[in-house]
């Protein structure tokens, strides 16, 4: 059982930067892929990045890559989204997940375990 509790969420103002934290609980963690996936009112979940349980390999939406970054600190059983030149159509609650294999992230757009999500907010 895999646990995941996120933090960081915020109001910021556009061009402002912010990390979440995603801290996850449950022996098997370590051998999970972790990812964040975000949803904005009325539209549907989207994938946002993941890693595999290393950390080496990084997966991103293509949209965001350059301005988002998934890293994962294995000691503290903890993942952080840093986002950068953020901009209001970032505007969404973001949901960490965790899935044995990274595909199920990526592709299937799917997790078999998710948080219970932080608010970013991004004014302009």
């Known amino acids: 059982q895999v646990q995941l509790v996120e933090s960081g969420g915020g109001l910021v103002q556009a061009g402002g930067s912010l990390r979440l934290s995603c801290a996850a609980s449950?022996?098997?963690?370590?051998?999970?892929?972790m990812g964040w996936f975000r949803q904005a009112p009325g539209k549907e979940r989207e994938f946002v990045a993941a890693?595999?349980?290393?950390?080496?390999?990084?997966y991103y939406a293509g949209s965001l890559k350059g301005r988002f970054t998934i890293s994962r600190d294995s000691a503290k059983n903890t993942v952080y989204l840093q986002m950068n030149t953020l901009e209001p159509e970032d505007t969404a609650v973001y949901y960490c997940a965790a899935s044995p294999k990274i595909w199920t992230m990526t592709d299937g757009l799917e997790a078999d375990y998710w948080g219970q999500g932080t608010q970013v907010t991004v004014s302009s």
């Open positions: 449950g022996r098997t963690f370590r051998s999970y892929a």
């Open positions: 890693t595999i349980w290393s950390g080496a390999n990084t």
